[in-house]
């Protein structure tokens, strides 16, 4: 079982010692999210609350800093810490862009990028940038395809029904960059099943968990993918029991992601708030598993 823990809302004067201080610790993979900008009105229900309503928005000073500005940043003070975003919003995007982005800093990094890919909920930003919201999913899917193609550094071309360029070549080429799909719903699940190198799921109560995970083998085997390498990451619980953990790694879970320190505390916190959770976790849960 590996240890993923998302830093997203942490204050931006303490990223990168968090970064540092999370590697120490024996995190296996650290990350941020994603949005663009907020909104001052929100033109689609947030799908993670019972009124519709996100804990963030223009009134309040949460930050969503650039990702692959931040990913950087703790890249070049860590050594073995892989990094990730939970989320990435793919499809509001142009993958020429995005494959740049993410093969540099996997280059860089000596290729320990994760990119986690979502579909997005917030119709606004898709509006702004006058990307057609209705079909982010299958654009999602192109995005895939033309990415893993400019990440092999060959001469290539694409036609597709969202994407069209001719004959080029992009460099810095990693080879390849794991790409994780993030979401619930089956959509998400057979894309991550058919298309990706794992599957990261937030909202899978406990109870449900071995339902879900025998639907997402039986999508791999129907896709004839059973066989290959495959990251599943299920969010951890706010105070996560070792039984917790050892039953979800029997099920094929081989990811637990700890949770921001703001759905512990519900405001900004200082380091050593932070601190001191993580080293609590780490001394109940992560220390019983050995780091790979």
């Not at 799908?47 to 804990?55: L, Q, Y």
């Not at 540099?104 to 606004?124: E, F, I, K, P």
């Not at 999913?137 to 069209?164: A, S, Y």
Request: include cysteine; hydrophobic fraction near 45%; glycine fraction near 6%.
């Amino acid at each position: 079982m590996k240890f993923w823990n998302l830093l997203a809302f942490v204050e931006n004067d303490q990223l990168m010692a968090s970064a540092k201080f999370c590697e120490d610790l024996g995190f296996d993979t650290i990350g941020v999210s994603d949005h663009m900008f907020m909104p001052e009105t929100f033109s689609s229900p947030y799908p993670h609350s019972p009124d519709g309503k996100p804990f963030f928005g223009v009134e309040s000073d949460w930050a969503f800093p650039d990702p692959w500005v931040t990913l950087a940043g703790m890249a070049a003070i860590t050594k073995r810490v892989k990094l990730m975003q939970s989320i990435f919003i793919l499809p509001v995007r142009n993958p020429l862009e995005v494959a740049r982005s993410a093969g540099t800093l996997a280059v860089q990094s000596n290729h320990r990028l994760y990119l986690c890919a979502a579909v997005g909920w917030m119709q606004d930003e898709f509006e702004i940038f006058g990307v057609d919201f209705n079909t982010r999913g299958k654009r999602t899917d192109e995005m895939i395809e033309v990415m893993r193609k400019l990440w092999r550094g060959e001469v290539v071309e694409h036609h597709g029904k969202f994407f069209d360029f001719k004959r080029l070549r992009m460099l810095p080429a990693p080879g390849d960059v794991p790409i994780i799909a993030c979401g619930s719903n089956p959509a998400v699940m057979r894309r991550a099943a058919m298309l990706c190198d794992g599957w990261m799921d937030a909202v899978t109560p406990k109870r449900d968990l071995p339902a879900r995970m025998a639907e997402l083998n039986a999508m791999r085997k129907e896709a004839g993918r059973e066989h290959l390498p495959f990251e599943v990451i299920n969010l951890l619980s706010r105070d996560p029991s070792l039984d917790d953990v050892k039953r979800a790694q029997d099920l094929g879970v081989t990811a637990m992601q700890f949770p921001s320190p703001y759905f512990r505390f519900g405001r900004h916190s200082t380091f050593d708030e932070n601190k001191a959770i993580w080293e609590t976790f780490a001394e109940n849960v992560l220390r019983h598993f050995p780091l790979k």
